[in-house]
């Protein structure tokens, strides 16, 4: 309860934002009266917000689906001896920078939301693998040996025994990855794509700052409120189990 209060305080709040920074100039121009414009006005907040939710919200999609496949084959029969290539290789792909890998996909599908669909859907990997690696780890040998007992096929074993009780570490790997898009999705406005970091990239070539706090604070205000999300979703589960 205390989970689903806090995520409806932090909603609101994010409501209250975007609806009142276009009519806070005053407010903005007392604290930067250098400024012309002290307020973002290109665009809506309102439609940036939701195409940042829908940017975030494909890549994280691809990342969960794609992961957590990659999650479930390495820990099974038939996969177990590609572990280590597919977690070396989900390591590489968030340790490559997002911004290199929109410099390199730029090139190949334009500008735009494409490119920044791809690296945060790479970027997004590696804590839905490690997340499903861990949680089917953590499935108790006896668990699966009562179910192999009781005549489960592994697939049966795998959809009622070990997703079950893996899914707690499975959605705090999710729960990562999703927020770790949410606040790098704001880079995905330098190839074009429309966030909730075009007042940041725009006031950082404008050297304009109240730009930059407009933007970061609705992007971190969005991540609060998804995390909160989750958090009432984990204790659910908790609950459940």
Not at 2 to 30: E, I, N, Q, T, W
Not at 63 to 71: D, E, K, M, R, Y
Not at 114 to 141: D, E, H, K, M, R
Not at 155 to 168: G, K, S, T
Request: glycine fraction near 10%; proline fraction near 6%; charge should be neutral.
């Amino acid at each position: 309860m205390r989970a689903s209060y806090k995520l409806l305080g932090a909603s609101v709040l994010l409501a209250l934002l975007v609806v009142a920074l276009p009519y806070s100039a005053s407010f903005f121009a007392a604290f930067f009266p250098g400024l012309e414009r002290p307020v973002y006005m290109q665009d809506p907040f309102a439609w940036l917000l939701l195409q940042h939710c829908l940017l975030a919200g494909a890549s994280s999609l691809v990342a969960v689906v794609v992961g957590t496949a990659l999650g479930v084959a390495v820990t099974h029969a038939g996969g177990l001896q590609f572990k280590p290539v597919v977690e070396s290789l989900v390591a590489i792909g968030q340790a490559i920078p997002p911004v290199a890998v929109l410099a390199l996909a730029v090139p190949v599908v334009g500008f735009g939301e494409v490119p920044a669909l791809i690296a945060l859907s790479l970027y997004g990997l590696l804590p839905v693998v490690q997340g499903t690696i861990g949680g089917l780890q953590t499935v108790p040998g006896a668990q699966l040996y009562a179910a192999s007992a009781l005549g489960l096929r592994p697939r049966q074993a795998l959809a009622y025994v070990e997703i079950p009780l893996a899914l707690p570490v499975w959605l705090s790997g999710v729960r990562t990855s999703v927020i770790i898009n949410i606040s790098t999705a704001a880079i995905a406005s330098t190839v074009g794509a429309k966030t909730l970091g075009s007042p940041i990239i725009v006031g950082l070539s404008g050297f304009n700052t109240a730009y930059v706090l407009q933007g970061a604070v609705l992007v971190a205000m969005l991540a609060v409120v998804v995390d909160l999300a989750f958090e009432m979703v984990a204790e659910r589960v908790a609950l459940k189990q």
